[in-house]
């Protein structure tokens, strides 16, 4: 069946929670917290495909809409992790659905201090089962850089496989450099619906607001 994204169940309000992690959308007021987790911190930035914010306030403006795009074309969530157990943001992590419709590209950063402590691995379960089970997705998929170990192990993890087909497109050395010694290249994850199941017992919380099509 053709996938018609201005059929697809759009998002008003969500807040999941795993084990670990705590993930809702994003507001300016998260910025205080996360703008020194990223703000010239190459280790996190070097894996992405944004330098950081320049200032404070270029934060908080991004933050303002944590939906973004149009719903006849497909929409772009972002969100805050927190750690499940209260505190400060850590990171953000979002879905996008303004590529191939159907399929949910999704991105992710945590500040180097919160690294290692299992917040991604439950964040990237958490998308995956709003995009599968509510957010009609045939598809979710990831872009991450050959060297980002770390990335690879959370997708492999929730069950992504590697796509070996796929190529990245020639502005991939515009867009990124890897370390002295390292060849740079792009990998695709995949994780298709039919391989998906939900990890028992999760999400611990779901609440998830919806306006369906009413067509
Ligand atoms: C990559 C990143 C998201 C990992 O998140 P995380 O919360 O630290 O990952 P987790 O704690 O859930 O760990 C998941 C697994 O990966 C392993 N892992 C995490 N970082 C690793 C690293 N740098 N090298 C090797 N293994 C690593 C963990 O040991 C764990 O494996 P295990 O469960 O088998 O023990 C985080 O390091 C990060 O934000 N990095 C900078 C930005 C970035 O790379 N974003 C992704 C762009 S594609």
Redesign the pocket.
């Given at each position: 069946m053709k996938f018609d994204p201005s059929q697809q169940p759009e998002l008003q309000y969500m807040r999941l929670l795993g084990p670990c992690a705590d993930v809702r959308p994003i507001v300016p007021a998260d910025a205080a917290a996360l703008f020194p987790l990223v703000h010239r911190q190459t280790?996190?930035t070097d894996?992405?495909v944004w330098n950081g914010p320049k200032d404070l306030a270029e934060l908080e403006a991004g933050y303002a809409n944590w939906r973004r795009g149009e719903r006849e074309t497909g929409r772009d969530y972002m969100f805050v992790i927190r750690p499940a157990a209260g505190g400060d943001p850590v990171?953000g992590c979002g879905i996008r659905f303004s590529r191939t419709p159907g399929v949910g590209n999704i991105?992710?950063?945590?500040g180097e201090a919160?690294?290692?402590?299992?917040?991604?691995?439950?964040a990237v379960a958490l998308l995956c089962w709003l995009g599968f089970e509510r957010l009609g997705a045939q598809r979710m998929e990831?872009?991450?850089?050959g060297h980002?170990?770390?990335?690879q192990?959370?997708l492999e993890?929730n069950g992504f496989v590697r796509d070996a087909g796929w190529q990245p497109d020639a502005e991939l050395h515009d867009r990124h450099a890897a370390p002295e010694g390292v060849e740079l290249c792009e990998l695709r994850f995949v994780l298709e619906r039919t391989d998906w199941s939900p990890r028992p017992g999760f999400p611990v919380v779901a609440e998830v607001l919806l306006t369906e099509d009413e067509a």
């Open positions: 280790a996190v894996m992405l990171g991105g992710y950063w945590l919160h690294w290692g402590k299992g917040y991604m691995s439950d990831a872009l991450c850089l980002n170990v770390g990335s192990r959370v993890k």
